[in-house]
């Protein structure tokens, strides 16, 4: 193993040796060890420079681990949390991420604003936005915090924080009242932000809702994608009403953001001030898609060191470029992959849709749902997707009013049996 199997650009750490991991990484990873008792009972480390099969032999961390051990087992004495979450010097955030088993995410104050920063000066689009006041709307599944836990009606100023508006007031907006929408567009016209963020299928709905009031924003110099996979239908309803340029931001609630780039660009790039970001072969037939561990960097409350987000990337000419979940990327029989991108090449050129969503229902039987205000060609697309999916397989194409989001709040574009 050596530096190079990381996504991060190798001026991050100097000098590299095939013998010992980098300085910089070593020092985070003490560090780690220093503020977080979780990591010596997993495995204790002795006091010699780290090799890299030492290094290796870190248990990596998933979600599940932080969910069974909860996260007081993070820190030496909870009660200093306690304090220091009624005295604002630490935050907290429910998140359930792709699953529905809840997670508590403790951070100290500032964290999420410094790392959000580190992330716009990554991006040649977003970081015209750092050092300034801008106005940004975000509109994404409900998250309770210390800050905000809008499951009730919340009037519109109890949902500003520094120049941040969050618009909606509760999660799936395929249920969201025709009134609801009225109220969300009026508050995107009243903040007239320069800053949209959101998940796609929530922005997709947004971008609908505005055509239909025929509501013009002006405003907006750029939208991100982030809170899950975007689909090229999403980026081209968004773009409709809202036509600046498109920023894909991936990250989790527990890590940070840690990738950013041009949305359908195939150049995401590691955030490199915000995470250590190391490529794990997943296949040995895919030597250019890999599972990513992550090791924060410079964070107090709940570092994580090797943490397994479940994400799977490609490595591409010019970047990165997020596959998706593990278990939400395809295998046909001969053991090549079709992941969530791919649908959109073999969908008919002709093709719109506000939402999409296939889903396997047998060996070789899938299910194309989709919300569109119009019918499509079913027989084009079903054509198209089981040429797509392998020998053999038919789908069926159904037009629909709405689909469901799952328990997480987080939807789909593809979704396999699970094995």
Request: hydrophobic share 40%; with cysteine.
């Amino acid at each position: 193993m050596s530096a190079s199997l990381f996504a991060n650009d190798p001026a991050v750490f100097g000098a590299v040796s095939d013998r010992v991991i980098p300085d910089s990484l070593e020092i985070e990873v003490r560090r780690i060890y220093a503020r977080s008792p979780l990591y010596a009972r997993r495995f204790p480390l002795h006091a010699a420079p780290l090799k890299w099969p030492c290094f290796q032999e870190i248990p990596t961390l998933a979600k599940k681990d932080i969910v069974e051990q909860g996260h007081q087992a993070f820190f030496e004495d909870y009660r200093v949390i306690e304090r220091g979450l009624v005295d604002k010097s630490y935050e907290y955030e429910s998140t359930s991420g792709t699953t529905s088993g809840p997670m508590t995410v403790i951070m100290e104050e500032g964290w999420w604003t410094k790392q959000t920063e580190r992330a716009y000066l990554a991006s040649p689009i977003l970081r015209q936005f750092v050092g300034r006041p801008y106005r940004k709307c975000v509109l994404a599944p409900i998250g309770c915090s210390s800050n905000l836990c809008p499951y009730e009606d919340h009037p519109f100023p109890h949902r500003y924080f520094d120049g941040t508006v969050y618009l909606n007031l509760t999660s799936d907006p395929f249920v969201f009242p025709e009134a609801e929408w009225d109220r969300i567009v009026r508050e995107l016209q009243a903040t007239q932000p320069e800053v949209i963020e959101g998940e796609p299928v929530y922005l997709s709905l947004l971008a609908r809702a505005v055509q239909k009031r025929g509501v013009k924003v002006p405003s907006v110099r750029a939208v991100i994608l982030t809170y899950g996979k975007a689909s090229l239908q999403h980026a081209r309803r968004i773009a409709e009403a809202f036509p600046a340029p498109k920023v894909d931001l991936y990250g989790s609630t527990e890590a940070g953001y840690l990738f950013v780039g041009e949305a359908f660009k195939d150049d995401l790039k590691a955030i490199d001030a915000n995470a250590f970001i190391e490529l794990v072969p997943w296949r040995p037939e895919l030597p250019d898609v890999a599972q990513i561990y992550v090791t924060t960097r410079e964070r107090e409350a709940m570092p994580l060191l090797r943490y397994h987000t479940g994400d799977i990337v490609q490595r591409c000419a010019t970047g990165f470029r997020i596959l998706g979940r593990e278990g939400s990327i395809y295998f046909r029989p001969d053991g090549s992959l079709v992941a969530a991108g791919d649908i959109d090449g073999a969908l008919p050129p002709d093709f719109k849709c506000w939402h999409y969503a296939l889903i396997q229902t047998g060996e070789t039987r899938w299910d194309f749902y989709y919300v569109a205000d119009e019918s499509a060609n079913h027989r084009d697309i079903e054509t198209s997707l089981a040429r797509l999916m392998g020998v053999g397989v038919r789908v069926n194409a159904f037009r629909k009013k709405f689909i469901a989001p799952a328990a997480s709040g987080k939807f789909a574009l593809l979704k396999p049996l699970a094995k």
